[in-house]
């Protein structure tokens, strides 16, 4: 009989409930090798900016000293945190940043609004703009620099900040990702604003841009990211600090004598936090751009 109890009181442990935990663990381990492999590049970048040799930091690369700091200090980022003379990276950094929201603040309106037409207007042809649309975000921008270039330096815009906006406001893939938001939204919402007695341009402002949220965070991210990160066309176009953004600068500290590893580490942090709060105040959004156009998809 006790036999009996104790055979009926001992678990039996599934195959499936196995096979599952192992699964979870394997997961595991592959997302924090993943988040290794991505965040350790970046505690290398912070650490070496708080070491003060430059010789050192070349030494270290490739240990795990690299990883380590003994003594840090934030003597590197005040010598390249000046907005005048020859390490004038605060400068350089007010530059990127006004680069950055006037072409990101522009953009959002000129995108979502040509988006919108496309979605809701009434215009014929619309079907052979959108593919004129997604023909040019085929079109690499490297091919289209150099006429750029010419047109840019004969209109006697070169080295200024209108430059660096004006090209880049308006993009063919920001513009169909916003048809494609508008477009899925429904019929009768649009139909509904119409028999009120709303305009076009009073449903676009106050229905879908409010609805539009995900989209914006979305176009908010890509194209700051996309301007932030900007280096072949300000080269280009800007040959004194007037305009100059970061990107640029950070370069003068790798010369044909030296590299000053030590400036460039300090100066790379300080490039890496504007960008990386703009994403962390979208996203929420952002991800569920993302997620909500898996669903549908």
């Known amino acids: 009989m006790s036999d009996l109890v104790m055979s009926q009181a001992t678990p039996v442990v599934k195959p499936w409930a196995s096979s599952k ?27 070496a900016s708080l070491k003060d040799d430059r010789f050192q ?40 940043l006004l680069i950055l929201a006037v072409t990101v603040g522009g953009g959002l309106v000129v995108n979502s609004m040509a988006g919108f037409v496309l979605a809701w207007g009434s215009l014929r042809g ?14 690499p921008q490297e091919s289209i620099i150099m006429p750029l270039v010419v047109m840019v330096s004969r209109a006697g815009m070169t080295d200024t900040f209108a430059v660096q906006i004006l090209p880049w406001v308006a993009s063919p893939l920001y513009i169909f990702l916003f048809y494609q938001f508008f477009a899925q939204l429904p019929k009768e919402l649009y139909e509904a604003a119409e028999i009120d007695g709303a305009s076009v341009f009073r449903i676009y402002r106050s229905i879908y841009m409010p609805l539009s949220l995900p989209a914006l965070a979305t ?27 970061i990107s640029v600068a950070i370069a003068t500290f790798f010369g044909q004598d030296s590299i000053y590893w030590d400036r460039a580490m300090a100066a790379s942090v300080l490039m890496m936090i504007p960008i990386l709060a703009l994403y962390l105040a979208f996203q929420r959004w952002f991800v569920s751009s993302f997620v909500g156009s898996a669903v549908k998809g």
């Open 219 to 245: 176009v908010s991210i890509l194209m700051g990211i996309e301007s932030w990160n900007q280096y072949l066309w300000p080269t280009l176009v800007t040959q004194t600090d007037y305009a100059r953004p």
């Open 21 to 47: 935990a192992s699964f979870h663990l394997v997961q595991a381990v592959c997302i924090f090798i993943i988040a290794l492999v991505v965040i350790s590049p970046l505690f290398m970048l912070l650490i």
């Open 57 to 96: 930091i070349l030494a270290d690369m490739g240990s795990f000293r690299a990883f380590w700091v003994s003594d840090p200090t934030l003597a590197n980022f005040r010598e390249v945190a000046h907005f005048s003379g020859e390490l004038a990276f605060g400068r350089y950094l007010l530059n990127s």
């Open 126 to 139: 619309k079907a052979v703009l959108l593919a004129l649309v997604v023909a040019l975000y085929v079109i």
